[in-house]
Nanobody, 124 residues
Framework: QVQLVESGGGSVQAGGSLRLSCAAS???????IAWFRQAPGKEREGIAEIYTGTGATYYTDSVKGRFTISKGFTQNTVNLQINSLTPEDAAMYYC??????????????????WGQGTQVTVSS
């Protein structure tokens, strides 16, 4: 069992940046950690993932070039740098973990463990 805790959300103006963090209660050498987001009235969307074994990353097209997922300072932390925020990025952001390698797509049913989320609000 692993607990995930997100942090770093907040309220920013359009064009601003945020760095979200996901801290896991334990480290898995070979796991896939992903970020999802869900805006009110919309389905949860997988946006980025990283394989802890190699550091390989994958992004959904909607965030490529603006979002960067990376390993944190500690081996059980993953960060999501979000730049050039737009009101369309406003959502609850969740991190999730699966105890196996990443796939070339990000689907919520593939992930076993979830955090409670951190809210991102963007004002225009």
């Amino acid at each position: 069992q692993v607990q995930l805790v997100e942090s770093g959300g907040g309220s920013v103006q359009a064009g601003g940046s945020l760095r979200l963090s996901c801290a896991a209660s334990r480290y898995y050498m070979s796991s896939c950690i992903a970020w999802f987001r869900q805006a009110p009235g919309k389905e949860r969307e997988g946006i980025a993932e990283i394989y802890t074994g190699t550091g390989a990353t994958y992004y959904t097209d909607s965030v490529k070039g603006r979002f960067t997922i990376s390993k944190g300072f500690t081996q059980n932390t993953v960060n999501l740098q979000i730049n050039s925020l737009t009101p369309e990025d406003a959502a609850m952001y969740y991190c999730a973990l699966r105890t196996s390698s990443c796939k070339s797509y990000i689907r919520q049913n593939d992930f076993q463990f979830w955090g409670q989320g951190t809210q991102v609000t963007v004002s225009s």
